[in-house]
């Protein structure tokens, strides 16, 4: 069964700093991984999609990586902006569903 | 274009009635899936449908049931509630389903709550 393991469970950060989310999956037979942003009480965002295919995406500020052969995938957001405190979900796909990390907890201190 | 849009946003029911969660998909998808999002147990997935056939299921008893219709709307209904079905059920769509490896979006959830 595919796990999901996103290290650190939890990020604090002053304006401005660049920073790096860790994704880490077991079974490397994945279609794609997606990373999503969750506010408190409200649903998914998706931010960055990565085919299986594909080694990196990028959007703005945010630059995901995938290795499929190692399991891992790093979100990098650089130039971190308050409006950023947000919790950020990897996601696998496989067999028709989604695999979820528990997320990382990030706080951008102004 | 409208996003997923999931109803009702918020219910409160009593322990043992049955609840019926709606889901539009955005307009084209035709894969819709459910997930639970609990605090000790994070985003469990439910099930997944795909022109209106179930092509997966989670690991949930049998009071989680879902359907598709030919517009792909979707809706799941849980009966005989537990205090522990309390979470935010989160609907997805997608173009395609398995290979498709096409973007997934969710709606806000719908917050159930039993009491």
């Known amino acids: 069964k595919q796990e999901v393991t996103q290290i650190p469970a939890a990020l604090s950060v002053p304006e401005g700093e660049n920073l790096v989310l860790n994704c880490s999956f077991t079974d490397s037979a994945i279609y794609n991984l997606q990373w999503f942003r969750q506010d408190p009480g409200k649903g998914l965002t998706s931010l960055l999609l990565i085919q299986s295919s594909q080694r990196e995406q990028t959007s703005g500020r945010l630059n995901a990586s995938l290795d499929k052969s190692s399991g891992r995938s790093t979100l990098y957001i650089a130039a971190s902006q308050p409006g950023d405190s947000a919790t950020y979900l990897c996601a696998v796909e496989g067999g028709n569903q989604f695999y979820f990390g528990t997320g990382t907890s990030l706080t951008v201190i102004p | 274009k409208a996003g997923v849009t999931q109803t009702p946003r918020y219910l409160i029911k009593t322990r043992g009635q049955q609840v019926t969660l709606s889901c539009s998909p955005i307009s084209g998808h035709r894969s819709v899936s459910w997930y639970q999002q609990t605090p000790g147990q994070g985003l469990q997935f439910l099930f997944e449908?795909?022109?209106?056939?179930?092509?997966n299921k989670g690991n949930f008893p049998g009071r989680f049931s879902g359907r598709q219709f030919s517009n792909s709307r979707s809706e799941m209904n849980v009966s005989t509630l537990e205090l522990g079905d309390s979470a935010l059920y989160l609907c997805a769509s997608s173009l395609a389903g398995q290979g498709g490896a096409t973007e997934a979006f969710f709606g806000q959830g719908t917050r159930l709550t039993v009491v």
């Open positions: 449908y795909f022109s209106e056939t179930q092509r």
